[in-house]
């Protein structure tokens, strides 16, 4: 048998296997996706009930009335369920309630855009301590939403200082 041969047990390299330190060099677990359930701990209703997006008038809600940016907004799907992306929280939004055909980047436009006016996008939620410029907290999809990034200020660590010479 020659020294390589040694140093591997017979479930593979030396410290796995047969002696019980697998766990110890197992690979961690990755999160593939996330989506905005996950970011916020719980469902929200619109994803379960089509009756709170049927009255959503897209045109009205569209940001300056350039309706390009709805034609980017299409149904997808994230684990096997109908989803729609938040591009303000990099999340899928999936959508738990039956779509008719012909209407499902219609519904998934709605749900969307009833997602952002209700400022329950994780990106939203963050603006309001990272935003560095005055900007509408809810977007534009909501008239007289109150201005956040007023008063932006780098975060600080608790006893950190800047090192010599920088």
Known sequence: MSGQEESQGQDGPRGQGQHGHELAYAEPEKVKSIDAEFLAGHRFPYQE???????????????????????????????GVPAVFDRYSNSFLKIYFPIPEGRENEIARKVLVTHLQSGNSYGIQLKEIHTKFPQPELGPWVEGTRTVGTDWSPPTLEGWEKPLGH
């Open 49 to 79: 009930d089509p009756s709170l997006v049927e009255g959503v008038d897209l045109i009205a809600a569209t940001p300056g009335e350039d309706v390009n940016w709805l034609e980017d907004v299409e149904l997808l799907e994230e684990d």
